[in-house]
């Protein structure tokens, strides 16, 4: 039995005239996502992409759950093929369906018929199926109301599908739709579910992660880059930018008056970004930044690190709380890696009470007490590439 | 043996005896539960490692149980003795710086409606004899105590435990956590009067994934895994030969243990003699710790960056505690030592294979840390 996957675009078909332009940056990132479990065909018809396996043991329990953290999918179902005559569709229905009728109580089938010229119309496509359905599963009884299934019929120009409920796509808009922007990335909780955002909304994604060794672990930077293949399930191929940041944090320490050390830090951390987003042609940066988690997400605190930067910093978790955070956090499967203690670049050097009302004349003074230029410049030359699927 | 290595305490590097009789024990197969003479082959070998294993602690080979290391061992100690003697008592005393594999049990115990005392080491690093006095009583039915703690060193008093077992006419059969000492001391559970007494391979340059139980005779100790009825039913599964072999031929290959301690205790007097230079470091060991543990702070320096330093230079040590965000570990936090000094702590482990010279590599990579990294503010 032939299956295949059907997937409806959900904003897309808002779009006007660039739609199709925006389908095939979507259709494009589908690929992506399921190349390495062998050739599909993936084409374009009456406002539904169709993913057809090209060999017979295709993994479709896979494709299924990578299409289902593809962004710009509104949902999609998993169908099986038959054709175009109602023997046949009769004929494969109740075998196919048989894990999702056997399991249920009650049913309907609902026929969609976008091809006028089948010999049938759709009440009549309804009642056949339900027969066979019932002949075949006699637990069953049909509610047209509130089924537990619903088996879908689908007469299209180029074939007949019958299957049963759709499944929820990822929403939001296919990534590389909506611009290039770099993610600032720790590894706690809030930046992988900052960069997931951002994808969602469609935009391609470069991350840059700041490492102190020996302060910071290579576990550390592992578990950086773990966050990271998990989100690009969903965002698709990630560069990732390993900035070599010791030299200058110790420099801080040594030498910045210690209530502002961390916003000395985070304004450093701005402008190395900046150059590096800059010269990866991004647009923007992104950050986990929440207002009043810490010291350093004062709506003040901020303003002195915007300040650093010419880019736009978007910050997605600005108004969450820590709990709505950390329940994205779960359902996109960052959290447990996220809660991994080891030491990162925010946290071994936190001053006992940093400045929570910093004014930017005073930091400014104070991050120019090291050499930042030179060793910014050091730090861009040592920076580590690696791409993260 | 890998210089710089001085981490034994977490685990050892194979040594080569084990090895090599690992690798020829792949070949033999035969399952020793099988009737065929392959099976009999295999049955042959594993009662001659179990004959070897005991004879190291002077029992009997009736005595001893594979099992797949110390915490199964512990938990099989811990629960099976529990279940075992639940009619005859409620009550579990222990310490409050067990190894997470006999405190995690102990916790789950206390689900099961068991009564729990965990006693606290005092000043001197250790717990004293006379807080088991006060705690153990007639509806004690275990009493659970490393022989030494993993972290600190430090000797637990073991051995005066039976008498007062026997005094309060507690029914308790006691278990001792002997991972630490196993291999390194000659022990004698029966002359100690030690019931029950985990064993592991791994911290004796054997392999992981094999350890043992010593259950004296006549002491009752329900299983906790069900099966096939192999170690006399109390720990079923096909027994992994290999292993169980190359865990015999470390605790063969074991040496002089007297010879050893001695090489063990010079590395350590001469490490804490260098390290008194420093008027940052203190000892976190207590004064009569193994001379196979040094456990030590550099004050302000994080235990976590002092690790990756060290791995920087070759040398390879065990932070006290996790890390700022970790917990603190919890046999520290059990000495009452401030906050600063647990962040700071690093454990040093020493085997039979190590020398001076490690201990050199180690005094000059924390002369220059000290030098080097950035202190924590706290």
């Not at chain 1, 006007?16 to 494009?28: A, C, P, Q, S, Y």
């Not at chain 2, 260098?274 to 710790?289: A, R, Y």
Request: with cysteine; glycine share 6%; proline share 4%.
């Amino acid at each position: 039995m032939r299956e295949i996957i059907l997937i409806k675009n959900g904003e897309l078909a808002l779009k006007g005239l660039n739609r199709h332009t925006f389908e095939d940056v979507m259709i494009k990132n589908i690929k992506m996502s399921i190349k390495s479990l062998g050739q599909v065909k993936i084409t374009k018809a009456q406002s539904t992409i169709m993913v057809e396996p090209q060999c017979e043991d295709y993994d479709m329990d896979e494709a299924a759950k990578r299409i289902g953290k593809v962004f710009g999918i509104a949902a999609f179902s998993r169908a099986c093929v038959a054709e175009k005559n109602m023997d046949d569709i009769l004929a494969k229905a109740p075998d196919y369906l048989k894990e999702q009728l056997e399991s249920a109580n009650t049913f309907k089938v609902v026929a969609k018929r976008s091809d006028k010229a089948f010999e049938y119309k759709s009440p009549d496509i309804c009642c056949m199926t339900g027969e066979a359905l019932l002949n075949a599963y006699p637990h069953l009884t049909v509610d047209v109301h509130n089924p537990e299934v619903t088996v879908m019929v689908e007469i299209r120009d180029y074939g007949a599908y019958i299957h049963a409920d759709q499944l929820p796509g990822a929403g939001g808009m296919p990534v590389g739709t909506g611009g290039k922007a770099a993610i600032l990335i720790s590894g706690g909780i809030d930046s992988p579910v900052a960069a997931y955002m951002m994808a969602k909304r469609g935009v391609e994604l470069t991350a840059i992660h700041f490492a102190s060794p020996p302060y910071t672990s290579e576990r550390a930077e592992q578990k950086v880059k773990d966050l990271l293949s998990i989100v690009a399930q969903y965002a698709g191929p990630i560069n990732f930018i390993y900035v070599p940041f010791t030299e200058i944090q110790e420099q801080i320490a040594r030498n910045c008056p210690d209530d502002l050390t961390t916003l000395v830090m985070r304004r450093y951390m701005m402008k190395l970004a900046t150059a590096i987003a800059k010269n990866k042609g991004c647009d923007a940066l992104i950050t986990g930044e929440s207002i009043g988690q810490v010291a350093s997400q004062t709506m003040k605190a901020l303003a002195v690190t915007d300040a650093a930067t010419d880019m736009p910093v978007f910050r997605p978790l600005i108004g969450m709380d820590k709990d709505e955070i950390i329940a994205i956090a779960r359902k996109i499967g960052t959290f447990e890696t996220s809660v991994l203690p080891f030491e990162d670049c925010c946290t071994v050097f936190t001053p006992k009470h940093p400045r929570t009302r910093p004014k930017l004349e005073a930091v400014e003074t104070a991050e120019n007490m090291i050499d930042g230029v030179a060793l910014s410049e050091v730090a861009i030359q040592n920076v580590k590439y690696e791409r993260i699927i | 043996m890998l210089k710089g290595y001085l981490d034994n305490a977490a685990t050892t590097q194979l040594c080569d005896e084990s090895k090599n009789a690992i690798i020829s024990a792949l070949d033999c197969f035969g399952n020793p539960s099988s009737l065929h003479k392959l099976g009999q082959i295999s049955s042959a070998q594993l009662e001659s490692a179990r004959a070897n294993v005991a004879n190291e602690i002077k029992a009997d080979k009736s005595e001893i149980y594979f099992t797949s290391g110390g915490t199964e061992s512990d938990n099989l100690a811990i629960r099976g003795a529990a279940m075992a003697l639940k009619r005859r008592g409620n009550k579990i005393v222990t310490t409050a710086f067990e190894h997470a594999a006999v405190l995690s049990a102990m916790a789950d115990l206390q689900k099961q409606g068991f009564e729990v005392v965990y006693l606290n080491p005092d000043e001197s690093g250790t717990v004293p004899v006379s807080a088991f006095e006060n705690a153990i009583d007639d509806k004690t039915i275990l009493v659970s105590c490393m022989y030494i703690n993993n972290e600190t060193g430090a000797v637990l008093p073991v051995q005066s435990l039976k008498a007062i077992i026997k005094r309060k006419k507690s029914p308790a059969v006691l278990h001792c956590d002997a991972t630490q000492a196993f291999g390194k001391y000659t022990l004698n559970p029966e002359k100690e009067g030690i019931d029950l007494m985990t064993l592991s391979a791994h911290k004796i340059h054997g392999p992981k994934g094999v350890g043992a139980l010593y259950i004296k005779k006549g002491v009752r100790v329900l299983p906790i895994t069900f099966g096939g009825g192999q170690e006399k039913t109390i720990r079923p599964g096909t027994e992994p030969l290999p292993l169980i072999l190359g865990f015999a031929v470390a605790v063969e290959s074991l040496g002089d243990k007297k010879a050893n301690e001695q090489n063990a205790l010079q590395i350590k007097e001469y490490l804490k003699n260098k390290l008194s230079e420093f008027d940052d470091v203190v000892i976190n060991s207590p004064e009569n710790s193994t001379a196979y543990i040094l456990n030590f702070s550099v004050m302000g320096i994080r235990s976590e960056t002092m690790l990756h330093f060290l791995e920087q230079k070759g040398v390879y040590v065990s932070s006290g505690s996790a890390c700022s965000k970790g917990k603190a570990s919890h046999v520290l936090s059990a000495l009452n030592f401030n906050r600063d000094r647990i962040d700071s702590a690093v454990r040093v482990s020493f085997s039979r294979y190590s020398t001076v010279e490690d201990a050199d590599m180690l005094y000059d990579a924390i002369k220059e840390a000290r030098t080097s990294l950035i202190r924590s503010k706290r």
